[in-house]
């Protein structure tokens, strides 16, 4: 098992993170890009915030839970800290597995808990400059 766990200050870079995927049938790729409105409103962009720390131990572990749950060969995150723009990638998931469902299942749980529960908060910055802190 291979984990590779990231924070990085603004947009995350294009190119496509680094995995060792040997015997994997399955690489799953997520990239989220940040969305030009929240609630309907519009935005200049998101600044994330987080204690890196905690942070990093919680993405770890998550990741530690979902290559033994779901049986993986390596997985990859990456997520922003600090301000990123409308159009930019904020956070980025590569799984490999030996087979499509697990990667897939895995990435879809991965995502779910790591909103719930890793202490990374998003705070819009809207085009009005009203902002809301939400998880």
């Known amino acids: 098992m291979n984990i590779n766990v990231q924070i990085i200050d603004g947009p995350l870079p294009r190119e496509p993170i680094?995995?060792?995927?040997?015997?994997?049938?399955a690489v799953v790729d997520f990239e989220g890009i940040v969305r030009p409105d929240e609630g309907?409103?519009?935005i200049e962009g998101l600044h994330?915030?987080?204690?890196?720390?905690?942070a990093k131990m919680s993405l770890r572990k998550l990741?530690?839970?979902?290559?033994?749950?779901?049986?993986?060969i390596s997985l990859s995150v990456e997520h922003?800290?600090?301000h990123v723009p409308t159009g930019q990638?904020?956070?980025r998931l590569r799984i490999a597995a030996a087979h499509r469902k697990e990667a897939l299942a895995a990435m879809d749980w991965f995502i779910d808990v790591m909103?719930?529960?890793?202490?990374?908060?998003?705070?819009?910055?809207f085009t009005d400059q009203?902002?809301?802190t939400t998880r």
């Open 80 to 82: 922003s800290r600090g």
């Open 48 to 54: 994330y915030q987080t204690y890196d720390p905690m």
């Open 18 to 25: 680094a995995l060792l995927a040997g015997g994997a049938g």
């Open 130 to 132: 009203a902002e809301t």
């Open 40 to 42: 309907g409103r519009g």
């Open 89 to 91: 990638c904020s956070f």
């Open 63 to 72: 990741a530690e839970q979902a290559c033994e749950r779901f049986g993986l």
């Open 115 to 125: 909103k719930r529960d890793v202490p990374i908060w998003k705070q819009p910055v």
